[in-house]
């Protein structure tokens, strides 16, 4: 696995150290993964109220940051739990598909892992820093999607809720990007906390995937209301 992953990063800005580091990453956002479908499945199992998972993951994250990096168990418990609670918050959405079409988180899962994959590659193929300059973009748009999020409680627009499905998949998607060279930059200068740059790409994926899935609910939804209509009009004729 570690001379597939060299090969992978075999361009002339990775070291064998940097390559080290992101399999270290790689390894921590796998597990993430997991812990984190694991928090899917608790949540269709108890149908605990779902609002718990941000309060949590807000502490998590403080809690990281703040917590001396030499406690790697205790910190990888922190980010495991994170991970769980961000599971546990989208587990209503992925209930739902389930019961429309289990096919549509199975495709929701495999679109996420190509979209995450293929702009991986683009972030560690490309020259370095060469997308650093998105950062100032994505964090506008991020900006832009949290005031629309927060407009749309009162409007209730489905023109602005399908802006905020499709535009905050591009912009997750450029986060993939702008992150892991952001990471790369960081290990450069010091910064090897693989644990807090696994979660960056945890949270990257997540907003991948939840938007994804939205988008095959809807679409899936369409094609029921079209039929439907097609139906009542040759039942009519």
Same mark, same amino acid.
């Given at each position: 696995?570690?001379?597939?992953?060299?090969s992978?990063?075999?361009t002339?800005?990775?070291?064998?150290?940097?390559?080290?580091?992101l399999?270290?990453?790689?390894?921590?956002?796998?597990v993430g993964?997991?812990?984190?479908?694991?928090?899917?499945?608790?949540?269709?199992?108890?149908?605990?109220?779902? /609002?718990? *998972?941000?309060p949590?993951?807000?502490?998590?994250?403080?809690?990281?940051?703040?917590?001396? $990096?030499?406690?790697m168990?205790?910190?990888?418990?922190?980010?495991?739990t994170?991970?769980?609670?961000?599971?546990y918050? &989208?587990? *209503?959405?992925?209930?739902?598909?389930?019961?429309v079409?289990?096919?549509?988180v199975?495709?929701a899962? &495999?679109t996420?892992?190509? &979209?995450?994959?293929? !702009?991986?590659?683009?972030?560690?193929?490309?020259e370095?820093?060469?997308?650093?300059y998105?950062? /100032?973009?994505?964090?506008?748009?991020?900006?832009?999607?949290?005031?629309?999020?927060?407009?749309?409680?009162?409007?209730?627009?489905?023109?602005?809720?399908?802006?905020?499905?499709? !535009?905050?998949?591009?912009v997750?998607?450029?986060?993939?990007?702008?992150?892991?060279?952001?990471?790369?930059?960081?290990?450069?200068?010091?910064?090897?906390?693989h644990?807090?740059?696994?979660?960056?790409?945890f949270?990257?994926?997540?907003?991948?995937?939840v938007r994804?899935?939205?988008?095959?609910?809807?679409?899936?939804?369409?094609?029921s209301?079209?039929?439907? $209509?097609?139906?009542?009009?040759?039942?009519?004729?």
């Open positions: 696995m570690s001379t597939v992953f060299e992978f990063t075999s002339q800005t990775f070291t064998k150290g940097l390559s080290e580091h399999q270290k990453v790689y390894l921590t956002l796998g993964c997991i812990v984190g479908w694991l928090g899917v499945e608790a949540f269709m199992a108890s149908h605990i109220s779902p /609002g718990l *998972a941000l949590v993951s807000l502490l998590c994250i403080v809690l990281l940051i703040f917590t001396d $990096k030499s406690k168990y205790f910190r990888f418990a922190i980010y495991s994170l991970c769980f609670s961000q599971g918050g &989208v587990g *209503a959405l992925v209930e739902i598909a389930n019961i079409d289990p096919v549509i199975t495709t899962l &495999v996420t892992s190509v &979209v995450f994959i293929s !702009f991986s590659i683009v972030a560690i193929k490309s370095r820093r060469s997308h650093l998105l950062g /100032g973009l994505l964090s506008s748009s991020l900006t832009f999607l949290l005031l629309a999020e927060l407009v749309n409680l009162f409007l209730d627009s489905v023109m602005l809720f399908n802006i905020q499905v499709y !535009f905050g998949l591009l997750f998607s450029g986060y993939v990007i702008f992150d892991t060279q952001l990471i790369v930059e960081k290990y450069f200068a010091g910064d090897q906390d644990i807090l740059h696994a979660l960056e790409l949270l990257d994926m997540v907003g991948i995937f994804v899935l939205i988008i095959l609910l809807q679409e899936r939804g369409n094609r209301e079209s039929r439907s $209509k097609q139906n009542s009009s040759r039942a009519t004729r």
